[in-house]
């Protein structure tokens, strides 16, 4: 007899043929390529790693299961969110439930259009000031590290913006800071639970660094206290919100994990964006070229504003190329809390399920000519071909990226200044590898040869 297909038994997954040994070391030397090579082989795959199961999956049907339509089943208990809980604490980006949503509720006003608005001039005054400072060095077509100017150009921005604090003094102890514990977090996550115990040398050096965030953090907190105005940023909105029925506001715990979260999540995903986006322009001189163009005709040489923005979509094209091929966040955790099922397939109990956004955005069940640099396959009319979610840099559903408009904004205005201070072109000599870390960042960081901006696109 035949059974109708909607209450067929579920399928078991496929399993991966390669020994739990064998995909850890594949896992700890290469993830990306390991991931992109199973999502090439498999549909959706389980993977033993020692005692654990790991699906992944890539395709966008699967994702959008697992961020919208089930997402109440998937939780940020996994093995990275418990690392980056230890220096998160239970901020926006680690914390569940009740507690994440009332914290989003409070946050999402910061982040509303309007509000947004108002931080412009303050991103392009932070890129102006970076590209004055480096003066002399254009003229001498010095090489900058252009991964670790970005960072610290997005720390200041985010922390000037959403904080009211001003880190440029501090910026490179903070940024050696955030370096070390990001690190740490890296490692940990791909090592097996067995050395959480042991009291390494690097354990050592990330409490060290740890504890100089968290002096900075509460250096932060303790001037809002002493002045507590409303500066209508979001720090302002943390500290006065009150619990309805107990009428308490936030303890400096909770807000010391709110601005440090909003530090770490807010500052090294834009500066790699930003990163990546000029060695795609180096490495691309026409569309370098046609950048720098429409800046000419739009801005003739002026500093932009936020109402000049939807005159650039040529740059916009281009971030969003850049996330596509380097996306930032290039992986996703989830815990699977109960057994479901999956397009036909069955995911038990505890099953650590990782979005392959990295390999969606490369498919070429997805995109023509997936590794090449098209900005222009994001003209509507060409976009709207592509199946939703088979592009998410900024993830999608309820825990969606606060950040991701301010991001947008951001890496548009600093690219519409900086593009016309400076041109800015691969060293040579250098091998780019792209590397899961925290977020996706050239190994060995990025290497650029300073210039003078051209005139009027050449
Ligand atoms: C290009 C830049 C950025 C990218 C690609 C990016 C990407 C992401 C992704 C993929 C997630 C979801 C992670 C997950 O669910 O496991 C996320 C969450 C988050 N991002 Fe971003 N992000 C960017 C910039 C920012 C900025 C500028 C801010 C703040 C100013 C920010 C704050 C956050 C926060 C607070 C969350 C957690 C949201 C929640 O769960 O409610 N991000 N981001």
Same mark, same amino acid.
């Given at each position: 007899?035949?059974?109708?297909?909607?209450?067929?038994?579920?399928?078991?997954?496929?399993?991966?043929?390669?020994?739990?040994?064998?995909?850890?070391?594949?896992? =700890?030397?290469?993830?990306?390529?390991?991931?992109?090579?199973?999502?090439?082989?498999?549909?959706?795959?389980?993977?033993?790693?020692?005692?654990?199961?790991?699906?992944?999956?890539?395709?966008?049907?699967?994702?959008?299961?697992?961020?919208?339509?089930?997402?109440?089943?998937?939780?940020?208990?996994?093995?990275?969110?418990?690392?980056?809980? =230890?220096?998160?604490?239970?901020?926006?980006?680690?914390?569940?439930?009740?507690?994440?949503?009332?914290?989003?509720?409070?946050?999402?006003?910061?982040?509303?259009?309007?509000?947004?608005?108002?931080?412009?001039?303050?991103?392009? =005054?932070?890129?102006?000031?970076?590209?004055?400072?480096?003066?002399? @060095?254009?003229?001498?077509?010095?090489?900058?590290?252009?991964?670790?100017?970005?960072?610290?150009?997005?720390?200041?921005?985010?922390?000037?913006?959403?904080?009211?604090?001003?880190?440029?003094?501090?910026?490179?102890?903070?940024?050696?800071?955030?370096?070390?514990?990001?690190?740490?977090?890296?490692?940990q996550t791909r090592s097996l639970p067995l050395t959480d115990a042991l009291p390494t040398p690097s354990k050592m050096r990330f409490r060290r660094s740890k504890a100089v965030l968290d002096q900075v953090v509460q250096g932060i907190i303790d001037e809002r206290r002493a002045d507590d105005r409303d500066r209508g940023d979001l720090l302002?909105?943390?500290?006065?919100?009150?619990?309805?029925?107990?009428?308490?506001?936030?303890?400096?715990?909770?807000?010391?994990?709110?601005?440090?979260?909003?530090?770490?999540?807010?500052?090294?995903?834009?500066?790699?964006?930003?990163?990546?986006?000029?060695?795609?322009?180096?490495?691309?001189?026409?569309?370098?070229?046609?950048?720098?163009?429409?800046? @000419?005709?739009?801005?003739?040489?002026?500093?932009?504003?936020?109402?000049?923005?939807?005159?650039?979509?040529?740059?916009?094209?281009?971030?969003?190329?850049?996330?596509?091929?380097?996306?930032?966040?290039?992986?996703?955790?989830?815990?699977?809390?109960?057994?479901?099922?999956?397009?036909?397939?069955?995911?038990?109990?505890d099953h650590y399920v990782v979005i392959n956004t990295w390999a969606t955005h490369r498919s070429p069940e997805y995109w023509d000519n997936p590794e090449g640099f098209d900005p222009d396959r994001f003209l509507p009319e060409r976009f709207d071909a592509v199946p939703k979610l088979a592009y998410s840099p900024f993830s999608a559903g309820?825990?969606?990226?606060?950040?991701?408009?301010?991001?947008?904004?951001?890496?548009?205005?600093?690219?519409?200044?900086?593009?016309?201070?400076?041109?800015?072109?691969?060293?040579?000599?250098?091998?780019?590898?792209?590397?899961?870390?925290?977020?996706?960042?050239? @190994?060995?960081?990025? =290497?650029?040869?300073?210039?003078?901006?051209?005139?009027?696109?050449?």
């Amino acid at each position: 007899m035949l059974v109708p297909a909607a209450i067929q038994p579920a399928r078991p997954l496929p399993q991966h043929d390669e020994s739990s040994y064998r995909s850890f070391l594949a896992l =700890k030397r290469n993830p990306l390529s390991w991931l992109m090579s199973l999502s090439m082989r498999y549909p959706i795959v389980e993977v033993r790693l020692g005692r654990r199961r790991l699906v992944v999956v890539h395709q966008p049907e699967h994702v959008q299961h697992i961020l919208i339509k089930n997402a109440r089943n998937y939780t940020k208990q996994t093995r990275g969110y418990q690392m980056i809980r =230890k220096v998160l604490g239970n901020g926006l980006v680690t914390s569940e439930g009740d507690f994440w949503m009332r914290q989003r509720r409070i946050a999402q006003p910061a982040f509303h259009r309007k509000r947004l608005a108002m931080l412009g001039e303050g991103m392009v =005054k932070a890129t102006q000031e970076m590209g004055e400072g480096w003066g002399e @060095a254009v003229a001498r077509r010095e090489v900058v590290e252009v991964n670790e100017a970005m960072m610290g150009l997005t720390l200041r921005i985010v922390g000037e913006a959403l904080l009211g604090v001003d880190v440029t003094g501090a910026s490179s102890q903070v940024g050696d800071a955030v370096e070390e514990v990001l690190e740490f977090v890296a490692v940990q996550t791909r090592s097996l639970p067995l050395t959480d115990a042991l009291p390494t040398p690097s354990k050592m050096r990330f409490r060290r660094s740890k504890a100089v965030l968290d002096q900075v953090v509460q250096g932060i907190i303790d001037e809002r206290r002493a002045d507590d105005r409303d500066r209508g940023d979001l720090l302002s909105m943390f500290m006065a919100v009150q619990d309805e029925e107990t009428g308490e506001r936030m303890t400096d715990g909770q807000l010391h994990d709110e601005v440090m979260t909003m530090f770490l999540a807010g500052h090294e995903t834009t500066a790699m964006t930003l990163t990546w986006t000029l060695m795609l322009l180096s490495q691309h001189p026409a569309e370098r070229r046609r950048v720098v163009a429409e800046l @000419a005709e739009v801005l003739e040489g002026r500093a932009p504003t936020i109402d000049d923005l939807g005159q650039l979509p040529f740059l916009e094209r281009v971030i969003k190329e850049s996330m596509r091929l380097y996306p930032p966040v290039p992986m996703v955790a989830r815990t699977v809390v109960d057994e479901d099922e999956i397009d036909g397939w069955r995911l038990n109990k505890d099953h650590y399920v990782v979005i392959n956004t990295w390999a969606t955005h490369r498919s070429p069940e997805y995109w023509d000519n997936p590794e090449g640099f098209d900005p222009d396959r994001f003209l509507p009319e060409r976009f709207d071909a592509v199946p939703k979610l088979a592009y998410s840099p900024f993830s999608a559903g309820q825990r969606k990226c606060i950040g991701d408009n301010f991001a947008m904004m951001e890496a548009r205005l600093v690219l519409a200044t900086l593009l016309q201070q400076v041109e800015l072109d691969l060293a040579v000599g250098q091998t780019i590898v792209p590397e899961a870390h925290v977020t996706l960042r050239p @190994a060995t960081g990025l =290497k650029m040869r300073l210039g003078p901006a051209p005139r009027f696109g050449r």
